[in-house]
């Protein structure tokens, strides 16, 4: 099927730069970019299957999520009200509530309740542009758990029309029943869990919480191993409450990103770099948790350090349901430019999560995600706290519901 797509201007993200192109046409064949260019080149006798006039509305690239924990058990909205009064979410993690909370609701629900639940903030996501999400494990903690949240992951690529990538968090949190023996967790992790749900392709990537109130630089270097053997690449929560070295250990294993990175410094920016390890910028987690910590930003763009923005969207620490206005928090918080927050939200999140060559931009080659967007110009689309703007949603040439 061939299709043109045209009366438009574009965000290309072309030959990874932010770029601008008015009055441009697309030429789309079973799903991919065949051609994009100047409206006026095109040839007009060319016969298409299908044409879309964009009234003159803005094409970017399809939004990618590369960070969410989307699929859990229950809320947490009562601990939102006690860290309103006050109780710190460390405080909270040590009294028993925090991730252990929703692992006991997510180990409870059924498949086919986390389904429902997780489709119906995926579908939000969705309807705002966002084809390409990044799912992690990580509310389970033991075997069977972890691999129900991977299949829900699975689930929700096959229903929806969205790429879905997983990733095994296993090395979340410790699970109750290991309470003070977190290396045995780590074995098991490294024993069972990963190898079993990686020999079951459940498994995209590897991730683990690097910090005082979860696992150390140590324990994840243990992971990270069994990963590599595995062939499987890895990422991690890192620099997110302190400064542990996560980053280093991200950089040393090449990495496709290092997320949150609050208390990276710019030693962290410098390995990150020579490694091609992604910053994954955070946002609504920095908000819930009313940091005050900013990210290296100076040092990652002096290094140029690929920056990526995601939601995190998750239960305890950022309910964020909307990627968007993520790309608005960067900008207000992280003083991060309208363009970066774009090219965070598309191009730079595909290479955190390794599929660039594939996905991110609007180049001849590239699959056909795409997003209209009713807006003046790109600005717009980090200057607008929420809202419903997109006009059109193509999901590899596919036109969804936007
Ligand atoms: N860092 C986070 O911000 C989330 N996980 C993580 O490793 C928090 C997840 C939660 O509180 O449920
Ligand atoms: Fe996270």
């Not at 299908?50 to 590369?66: A, E, F, K, R």
């Not at 994954?280 to 990210?295: H, K, Q, Y």
């Not at 999140?349 to 995600?369: F, M, N, T």
């Amino acid at each position: 099927m061939k299709q043109l797509w045209h009366h438009c201007h574009a965000v290309t993200m072309a030959g990874g730069r932010y770029a601008v192109v008015h009055d441009v046409a697309l030429i789309i064949e079973e799903g991919s970019i065949a051609w994009i260019g100047p409206e006026a080149e095109l040839d007009r006798d060319t016969a298409f299957d299908q044409v879309h006039d964009l009234d003159g509305g803005w094409v970017t690239p399809g939004l990618i999520d590369c960070h969410t924990h989307l699929v859990f058990g229950g809320d947490r909205s009562g601990e939102f009200e006690m860290r309103l009064e006050g109780v710190s979410y460390s405080e909270i993690a040590k009294r028993g509530g925090g991730i252990v909370s929703s692992v006991r609701a997510t180990r409870e629900a059924s498949f086919d309740q986390l389904l429902a639940s997780a489709e119906s903030r995926a579908r939000l996501l969705l309807r705002e542009g966002v084809t390409t999400l990044e799912i992690k494990s990580g509310y389970g903690l033991d075997l069977d758990s972890e691999r129900k949240m991977l299949r829900v992951a699975r689930a929700l690529g096959e229903k929806l029309p969205v790429e879905v990538h997983t990733t095994c968090l296993a090395a979340h949190a410790l699970p109750p029943e290991y309470r003070d023996h977190s290396d045995a967790y780590i074995d098991l992790v490294c024993e069972s869990i990963l190898p079993t749900l990686a020999q079951e392709g459940l498994v995209d990537a590897v991730d683990g919480f690097c910090e005082g109130i979860a696992f150390s630089v140590e324990q994840m270097r243990r992971v990270f191993t069994t990963a590599r053997q595995l062939g499987l690449p890895v990422k991690l929560h890192a620099e997110q409450l302190s400064h542990l070295g996560g980053c280093q250990l991200a950089a040393e294993f090449g990495a496709l990103s290092a997320d949150h990175v609050e208390y990276a410094d710019e030693a962290d920016a410098a390995a990150m770099a020579s490694s091609h390890t992604a910053a994954v910028l955070l946002p609504g987690a920095f908000l819930t948790l009313r940091e005050s910590r900013l990210p290296p930003i100076e040092a990652f763009r002096a290094q140029g350090v690929t920056m990526a923005l995601a939601s995190d969207l998750n239960p305890g620490t950022s309910p964020v349901l909307s990627l968007r206005l993520m790309m608005n928090l960067a900008c207000t918080l992280f003083r991060l430019t309208p363009e970066e927050a774009l090219a965070g939200v598309t191009l730079n999140a595909a290479k955190a999560l390794g599929i660039d060559a594939r996905c991110g931009s609007l180049e001849v080659g590239k699959q056909a995600d795409a997003v209209v967007w009713n807006i003046s110009g790109p600005a717009e689309l980090s200057y607008w706290l929420g809202g419903q703007l997109p006009v059109k949603v193509f999901k590899a040439g596919k036109e969804v519901e936007a």
